[in-house]
């Protein structure tokens, strides 16, 4: 079976290779590009590559949903000297870190993405969020807790202050965070009286760890560690938690998609970026199709698409007016977007300068901490 | 005697094959055919096995003791840093900064730099990023010099002008009829040229070489990188280029006057590089980058066992660092615990398999091999469902009244969830080789233990459990060695006090990227299995272990 499976895409992809050459427009005629599966997945399906295929008669794309071990198996890809991916979908700090390691192509803004309806160019309609050479932004999302409604004690407002996760009594019940010390880390420090603009000054300091793994200690019997993001919303949907953080567009279809009983806080909801990245090593007539993908998926009217299928922000200042309904709800998207003004009163910006640094030194901590 | 007449005796005393060769050789010959044969008809195999499994193992190992990173990408600088002396507190001396800055240089235009960073900042905390800003910035060193050349004659800051001076003629006449798309031509230097401007002829050597293999671009068309105007600023100002009559003389002669004047801006490497980032100025940085020089380390195997190279040798972490040793002994143990808890359950499942009439046998057989045909992820989710908190077991037992609503018990994201999870997910392995063993065990035995007068227990623990001991020797070291490399399932179960080494093995595979530390850990987890294995060997006898009748 699954033999057969292989002979049958070997010769697929010597028919799609040997259509390539014939079509002799100097691009291939397919990609592989790689994402997160899921909801978010099917999104970039609806959002860009249906309406890029429909442009572009006799090109396919294959998806694979590998995105959470991207950097791993590029690197090893990059080392066996075969690149089978066109275009992976990763989150900013792998991003960077694919680009010191050489395995993504650096681009050029100006040159390789669209400019925006108004003639701004890509370069100032991204703005910061090009946080590395490499990186093509295409969504901000963020990291931000939700909290079962029905779970809050009588009389109690529900919470709505990032330091309510600390507070055993005011809100029994168990939490669920992620178990690594990216975000927990900042939030401990908040609520243990650091300010915001200090928060990581002090954590570069064995000290300002050592305060913030204490601060999470006192809530450390009552947090279930997550490692994927679809653990909290179903901790969420079968009460086995009273609030938990994961990504907003996860609390999204628990909350609008599944009606669960659940609630969005979004106080201090860490932003962070997702976007494209083309390896390094593709063969010129692939490179061009990425190319050409890329600059198509990441255009002003297509960001702003894909926020009909999932709440994550457009990359794009261009496109945050374009946001529309859920093309399934009906729902507006607005305001569940992360940057909505009003959901980001309070935000962090994942620091990716910081973490590149300290995620080994505060890792091996924080897991030895968690060993203990 | 002579040996003349003791070759007569040797052959005298020879048996003879038909053929009249000597029988022994005639034998070893027809047993080296066999062999061969017998080699030629597993060498796919072997081959196989070689090549998709051996050699990536070993190579995945060779990771853990691997280190030419350091070496390859810093080679002038690991050269001066040999000479100084660590324990002192000072900073290296001049040379090894102008040799970090040229390495660094030449390593930021093939944009390896960064991978150099994080490499050592797996052992020093700031490393990442520091090597990112000066590769950002080193082009400001050079500037200040090229600024000054520029400002004196255009030609110095041009392709053409230098490249007839580097090189040599052959090569800029090959250069001037190049057209694109044709191959460049190879870089040659001038004849002489390293005697007068030896800095700037190895820099702009680099310079001439990654131009024209790595961008493919005309020599004529590039200006120099910043590299070579810093090269030729030291040149100027050690040597003497009076000597010097080829083309660009003129030029070069001016500069070497513009050098010497009091208003001639330079600036100190050092200085430059604790600009770019003040940790420059932390001897730290430079111990690691020394202790980290040579081609192979020690350092991802200390790490494993939580140590850490020091000035003075290797050194025990801080405390709160400590975190593999644990992991190791917890995942030994917990692999024990589960083996023992197969063995538990699957024996009187195997004998009732080997017991029972062929029809029911065959069903319970099915039941066995069900949860064997299910995807692991959807047993392990499942397991979650029955133990958590509000999960199915919960439930009942607050429905029976046996457990109070408020205080539900805690059955999973912790170790009891792991050895519960992965018992049941590798009781087939144990039941299976038991089986095989059990259904052997004649009947005749046990009634004759019966009809000799022994009650049932006799007969159980005298005749027939001394029989199915090679069936739980058998399974016990599948399920132990399935069990020691487990991870998807105290990755989903096991929360913090119920993850193994194997965890860490991963994360440091597909998150950190440290596949040094990865392979070290792995090497280690490695030798414990074949240890353990040795014992068991010594003590159980592996010769007592059967897969089957």
Known sequence: MKLTKTLMATSALTVAAAGAFAAGHGMSDSMTLVS??????????????????AMNEGVSATWDESSAEAVAKLRAMNEAGNVTWDLVDVVAADAIRLCDEGLALEIDPDEDLAAAPDGTSAEDDFGDLLVSDCFIPQIVYSTTFGYRTDMVPAGMEAPSQICDVFDLEKYPGKRALEKRPINNMEW???????????????????????????????????????????????????????????????????????????????????????????????????????????????????LADQSKYISYGPARLSSAPLVGQHADLGIEMAPHMPTDPENAKNTFLYNYEFWADYRDDIDAKFQAWLAQ | MSDATADAQNEAGKVLAADGTPLKKSLRRALRTQKMRALLLIAPLLIFVVVTFIAPILDMLFRSVENQIVSETLPRTVVELREWDEETGNLPDEAAWEAAYKDIFYAAERKLHTRLGTRLNYEQTGISSLFRKSGRGLDDIGEVYQDQFKDLDKSWDKGEPWASMMGSDAFNDAMSNWKKGDPLPQFEARAGIAEVLPETAAAYDWFARFQLTEEEKSLHKEEPWTLVHWALYKDLKAGDVSGYTGPGAEMLAEADALVDTPDFETIAIQDAFVEFDEDWADVEVWRTIKTYSPPYTSGYFLNAVDMQKSPTGPEMRDEDERIYGLLFKRTLFMSLVITFSCILLAYPVAYLLSNLPMRTANLLMILVLLPFWTSLLVRTSAWKVMLQQQGVIND???????????????????????????????????????????????????????????????????????????????????????????????????GTTGTFISNRIAYHISSSLNWGLAAALGSILLVVVLVLYWLYDRIVGIDNVKLGG
């Open chain 1, 36 to 53: 997160w599966g899921g909801a978010y997945q099917s999104s970039q399906q609806k959002a860009y590559v249906e309406p890029y295929i």
């Open chain 1, 188 to 302: 401990a420090l908040l609520c243990d009286g650091v300010a915001k603009e200090d928060v990581y000054d002090v954590l570069e300091t064995e000290e300002g760890q050592d305060q913030a793994l204490a601060k999470l200690g006192t809530i450390k019997d009552s947090v279930i560690w997550w490692s994927a993001g679809a653990d909290t919303p179903q901790l969420l949907a079968d009460g086995e938690i009273f609030m938990g953080s994961t990504y907003n567009g996860r609390l999204f279809s628990v909350i609008e998609e599944q009606k669960q009983p659940v609630g969005m806080m979004w106080d201090a909801q860490v932003f962070d970026l997702d976007g494209w990245i083309i390896p390094a090593g593709l063969s010129d007539d692939r490179l061009a199709r990425a190319k050409d993908f890329v600059k198509f998926a990441t255009d002003t009217q297509r």
């Open chain 2, 396 to 494: 009942v037992l607050v429905w029976l009244g046996l457990v109070n609503d408020a205080d539900r018990l805690v059955m999973i994201n912790n170790q009891f969830g792991t050895i519960v999870a992965m018992t049941h997910i590798l009781l087939p392995f144990m039941i299976l080789p038991m089986y095989s063993v059990m259904s052997t065990i004649p009947p005749s035995y046990v009634r004759a233990a019966k009809s000799l007068g022994a009650t049932n227990w006799t007969t159980f623990w005298r005749v027939y459990f001394p029989q199915s001991v090679p069936g739980i020797g058998a399974g016990s070291i599948l399920v132990f060695i399935l069990a020691i490399g487990y991870y998807i399932t105290p990755e989903i179960v096991g």
